[in-house]
T-cell receptor, first 114, second 114 residues
Framework: GAGVSQSPRYKVAKRGQDVALRCDPI?????LFWYQQALGQGPEFLTY????????KSGLPSDRFFAERPEGSVSTLKIQRTQQEDSAVYLC????????????FGSGTQLSVL | KQEVTQIPAALSVPEGENLVLNCSFT??????LQWFRQDPGKGLTSLLL?????REQTSGRLNASLDKSSGRSTLYIAASQPGDSATYLC?????????????FGKGTKLSVIP
């Protein structure tokens, strides 16, 4: 596609619900990243994929967070048993090669947990 | 642990003024530094990427400089326009295990007054 696409744009969940956030990176991009951005803060790293391999998940806040990229293109970030502190904007980014280069970000999914 | 600080947190200038945004980082062993722009409710757009071997990069009215030894970067915007109003973030690769994991500052919110 022309850019990184994320869906849904907005998600409201009741505390305890599971949510799934989708990212469709630029076609052919090897690297895919998930970041979490709280209001008034810079994005914080969650996880990194190189093709279908999840090479780094050190930023995932807890074992309630799970990400996958099974075919090396579309990625899904899943949050189980959501809590209020999970409320944030979740940004997906991709880059052509193995990271450490120009990143292309999607518009994000704004998650609100009530 | 890499820490990134941006000063000022907010800046308001009249149209046409030249301005400088500042970014400092604690660990100078970086591969590169990126400046991003974020519009309200949107993702991030990469403006400039400076490799560690470079001292500056230019794109149109934007010029970014990098001084690794002092842990500083500046983003210079010439002849500012109302369309430049946005939040500007700098980011450096995390100095730990993976150079692809970016650490962001909190950003400088710029308002250019017509």
């Amino acid at each position: 596609g022309a850019g990184v696409s994320q869906s849904p744009r907005y998600k409201v969940a009741k505390r305890g619900q599971d949510v799934a956030l989708r990212c469709d990176p630029i076609s052919g991009h090897v690297s895919l990243f998930w970041y979490q951005q709280a209001l008034g803060q810079g994005p914080e790293f969650l996880t990194y994929f190189q093709n279908e391999a999840q090479l780094d998940k050190s930023g995932l806040p807890s074992d309630r967070f799970f990400a996958e990229r099974p075919e090396g293109s579309v990625s899904t970030l899943k949050i189980q048993r959501t809590q209020q502190e999970d409320s944030a904007v979740y940004l997906c980014a991709s880059s052509l090669n193995r990271g450490n280069e120009k990143l292309f970000f999607g518009s994000g999914t704004q998650l609100s947990v009530l | 642990k890499q820490e990134v600080t941006q000063i000022p947190a907010a800046l308001s200038v009249p149209e046409g003024e030249n301005l400088v945004l500042n970014c400092s980082f604690t660990d100078s062993a970086i591969y590169n530094l990126q400046w991003f722009r974020q519009d309200p409710g949107k993702g991030l757009t990469s403006l400039l990427l400076i490799q560690s071997s470079q001292r500056e990069q230019t794109s149109g009215r934007l010029n970014a400089s990098l001084d690794k030894s002092s842990g500083r970067s500046t983003l210079y915007i010439a002849a500012s326009q109302p369309g430049d109003s946005a939040t500007y973030l700098c980011a450096v690769p995390y100095s730990g295990a993976g150079s692809y994991q970016l650490t962001f500052g909190k950003g400088t919110k710029l308002s250019v007054i017509p």
